[in-house]
């Protein structure tokens, strides 16, 4: 499987953060009680945060709009059917789609009045699709 970077690196139009160190990563999962996905882990750790071709993922960051814990906090609020080792990683206006990263790495999709459904086997796929 090719990295997140080779991933992020095909996109036109690519913003990204400087990272974030093990202890920040660490200190969220044990905010939202679970473990990231070892991608999004790097993903974190090479970025933090980021933005492409109109997607803006979650990640680590002092913005609540793109904060993963709190995003996620939020989504689970609403979502109570949702896997506890699920945290979001974009939240998509349109039909306000909410995109969830399984602990073991799969990419999932609901929305208000739809069952979750998986869209991808991992978020290097997600992003290059």
């Not at 953060?17 to 750790?45: C, D, H, M």
């Not at 002092?62 to 109570?80: G, I």
Request: negative net charge; contains cysteine.
């Amino acid at each position: 499987m090719s990295s997140i970077k080779d991933a992020f690196g095909s996109r036109k139009s690519f913003l990204a953060g400087n990272g974030v160190s093990p202890e920040q990563i660490w200190q969220a999962e044990k905010k939202l009680g679970l473990t990231f996905a070892p991608e999004y882990r790097e993903y974190l750790s090479t970025y933090g945060i980021a933005a492409f071709d109109g997607h803006e993922l979650t990640g680590i960051t002092k913005s609540d709009r793109l904060n993963v814990v709190a995003v996620t906090k939020k989504a689970k609020e609403r979502y109570t059917d949702i896997p506890a080792d699920y945290y979001v990683v974009e939240q998509v206006g349109v039909e306000e789609l909410i995109v969830w990263q399984s602990g073991s790495g799969e990419i999932y999709g609901c929305a208000p009045n739809y069952k979750l459904e998986k869209i991808c086997n991992s978020l290097h796929d997600y992003v290059v699709r």
